[in-house]
Nanobody, 115 residues
Framework: QVQLVESGGGLVQPGGSLRLSCAAS????????MNWYRQAPGKTRELVAR????????NYADSVKGRFTLSRDNAKNMVYLQMNSLKPEDTAVYYC????????WGQGTQVPVSS
């Protein structure tokens, strides 16, 4: 069955870095655009970054541009979100999403940014 499993979340201090990983299985991974969303407490879920199936193109929310980098390894069915210069406003649950004909979600991983 389809699975998206996020890992790498955890408490980090402002200015710190974290790398989130998403392991995908059960669908033709390289055909799907992969996205990371986040949802902060009391706010709606927002798109953070997106990468095409081939990995040739990425897009980022203005709030993370220049600090976050999204990449994928189609040979390993993995997606990575490198987050640098983290700010308290980056605190959220981060979700991996696969989007094409179908739309799949992971369970989310928490990223609290606090001193």
């Amino acid at each position: 069955q389809v699975q998206l499993v996020e890992s790498g979340g955890g408490l980090v201090q402002p200015g710190g870095s974290l790398r989130l990983s998403c392991a995908a299985s059960g669908f033709p991974f390289s055909f799907y655009a992969m996205n990371w969303y986040r949802q902060a407490p009391g706010k709606t879920r927002e798109l953070v970054a997106r990468i095409t199936g081939s990995g040739s193109s990425t897009n980022y929310a203005d709030s993370v541009k220049g600090r976050f980098t999204l990449s994928r390894d189609n040979a390993k069915n993995m997606v990575y979100l490198q987050m640098n210069s983290l700010k308290p406003e980056d605190t959220a649950v981060y979700y991996c999403n696969a989007n094409d004909v179908n739309n799949y979600w992971g369970q989310g991983t928490q990223v609290p940014v606090s001193s």
